[in-house]
C-alpha cells in the first residue's frame, strides 16, 4: 500500500519567518495531496490540495508544490504567525478519499 | 466549525466489550469515512460509506463495521476491545468521494 513519509517532525521558527514541510510517497498512482493542520482538541482541517495534473498551488501565505517524478511534495507558509502553530498532516490518495496521512510536523511559531 | 459532529467526545471501555461512536456529516455530504488516529500520529482509514455502503476499506479487521444511515448520520462499531484500539476516532464527510472530506472533532476512546 501507499506509504507517506513526512518530515521535519517539529519545526520551531520565528514569527515572519517562512516553514517547509516535506513530503514522499510510495505509490506512483497516486493523484490527490491534501494537506491538514490539526489543532489540540479538533479534527484536521484542510489548508490546501492539489492534485497530480498541477505542480504548484498558492493560496495567499500558503503554497504547495508536488514533484511526480521525484514523488515527493511540499508545503510553505510564509510571514508565518503564532496562529499557524500546530500540528500539519501530509496525505496522498489514489482515490480521493483513502486519505494515507504522514506522521504530523508539530510546527511552533515563536513571537 | 466543518459541520460535522461526533458523539462521544470521550468514552472509557475494558477489554472485550463492544462500542458504538457516532458522527452527523453535513446536509448534503454522500460519503462518510471512518479514521483512527493514534496517539502522535497520523489518521488511518478505516473505511468509507457512500449512500449507506461500504465503499473501501483499509488494514482494519472484520470487527471494524459500520453504518450509514439516510438522515446523514453514520456509526462506527467495534466488537471485542483491544487495549490498542485506543484512539482518537475520526470522522469526515463530502459530497463525494473527489472532493474536499471534512472532518469532526473526534471520539477519544480508552481501552483499559
Known amino acids: 500500500g501507499e506509504n507517506v513519509e513526512q518530515h521535519p517532525s517539529t519545526l520551531s521558527v520565528q514569527e515572519g519567518d517562512s516553514a517547509v514541510i516535506k513530503c514522499t510517497y510510495s505509490d506512483s498512482a497516486s493523484n490527490y495531496f491534501p494537506w491538514y493542520k490539526q489543532e489540540l482538541g479538533k479534527g484536521p482541517q484542510l489548508i490546501i490540495d492539489?492534485?497530480?495534473?498541477?505542480g504548484e498551488k498558492k493560496d495567499q501565505r500558503i503554497a504547495v508544490t508536488l514533484n511526480k517524478t521525484a514523488k515527493h511534495f511540499s508545503l510553505h507558509i510564509t510571514e508565518t504567525q503564532p496562529e499557524d502553530s500546530a500540528v500539519y498532516f501530509c496525505?496522498?490518495?489514489?482515490?480521493?478519499?483513502?486519505?494515507?496521512f504522514g506522521k504530523g510536523t508539530s510546527l511552533l511559531v515563536t513571537p | 466549525e466543518t459541520g460535522v459532529t461526533q458523539s462521544p467526545t470521550h468514552l472509557i471501555k475494558t477489554r472485550g466489550q463492544q462500542v458504538t461512536l457516532r458522527c452527523s456529516s453535513q446536509?448534503?455530504?454522500?460519503?462518510v469515512s471512518w479514521y483512527q488516529q493514534a496517539l502522535g500520529q497520523g489518521p488511518q482509514f478505516i473505511f468509507q460509506?457512500?449512500?449507506?455502503?461500504?465503499?473501501g476499506r483499509g488494514n482494519f479487521p472484520p470487527r471494524f463495521s459500520g453504518l450509514q444511515f439516510p438522515n446523514y448520520s453514520s456509526e462506527l462499531n467495534v466488537n471485542a476491545l483491544e487495549l490498542d484500539d485506543s484512539a482518537l476516532y475520526l470522522c469526515?464527510?463530502?459530497?463525494?468521494?473527489?472532493?474536499?472530506?471534512?472532518f469532526g472533532p473526534g471520539t477519544r476512546l480508552t481501552v483499559l
Open positions: 492539489i492534485r497530480s495534473n498541477v
Open positions: 496525505a496522498a490518495s489514489m482515490n480521493g478519499y483513502a486519505l494515507n
Open positions: 469526515a464527510s463530502g459530497e463525494d468521494s473527489y472532493n474536499e472530506q471534512f
Open positions: 446536509s448534503g455530504h454522500n460519503t
Open positions: 460509506y457512500y449512500r449507506e455502503e461500504e465503499n
